[in-house]
């Protein structure tokens, strides 16, 4: 797995017990996709919908805490998106 999914896949945990598309997602993950591209290939509506919601804000608090490589990573996930 690559770094930007491993962090994808450390902030979907936290959304694993409130949401069903965060579970999903999750369990996703597990299939271990090489790239964020691969994984981004492999999103149905609903999944991009659901990332779309959390991401931005994921990405924000990962600058806000100066966290810049997090931040890089996350982003790399949420371009695929598009």
Do not use: C, W
């Amino acid at each position: 797995m690559d770094q930007s999914l491993a962090y994808l896949r450390e902030i979907l945990s936290n959304y694993t017990e409130n949401h069903n598309e965060g579970k999903k997602l999750f369990d996703k993950l597990k299939n271990h996709y090489r790239t964020a591209e691969d994984f981004a290939e492999h999103l149905d509506a609903g999944d991009i919908t659901f990332l779309n919601s959390i991401l931005p804000e994921e990405i924000k608090y990962a600058l806000d805490e100066k966290d810049e490589e997090r931040a890089e990573q996350l982003n790399n996930v949420y371009e695929q998106l598009f």
